[in-house]
């Protein structure tokens, strides 16, 4: 009687289904990881030359004129984004925006490395204890932190582009920030860090009572 209360319980296990989205998961993770590297290469070599390189600016609603009315009349158009491309750009515009590329590559290969691992342990059978909350929890404050670090880079070299494309004539384009989203992501990582805190906690406390 006391061996039956005693005995181990059965783990669980995976599904072929289970294991064939895991997988999926793995594959394609691999395949972003490496799409935005190349992209951020080719991005980097752009940069670097110097020579006609497109940057997308942001703007606070400058007025445009664009003969979009009856007969070709022009008509007034508040602009809030569009690409320039600068025959030539100054390090001053070029550093930045090299420095966000390599961060953007940084921030992927390590978010979706600890993704892959999570995604391994999990294949193993493994889903909370310490490791896989701290695979977690490094992915999103790697996300957050970096993609905030790529946008202030891209920012500095969107408005060192309009400077010298315009001359120093206009200066309004905006460095833009988007608190909400940011504190979204932010809420959605520490909620998901807070659940596998508690499941490692709980399986440890069952696992004891076992």
Known sequence: ?????HAPKQQGTLTRGDRAGLVAFCIAGAAIAANITVASIIRIITLGSGVGVPVMIEFADQPVEAPLGADGANVTLELDRASITADALPPIATVPGIIGQVIQMLTIIVVIACLLLLARSILTGTVFNRRNTALVMTAGITGLLGFAAVQFFD?????????????????????????????????IVSVIGTVFVIGDRLQRETEGLV
């Open 1 to 5: 009687m006391n061996a039956e209360k």
């Open 155 to 187: 920012n500095m070299l969107a408005n060192a582009t309009v400077n010298v494309v315009t001359d120093n004539a206009l200066n309004n384009a905006v460095i833009t920030v988007e608190p909400f989203t940011f504190i979204l992501a932010a809420f």
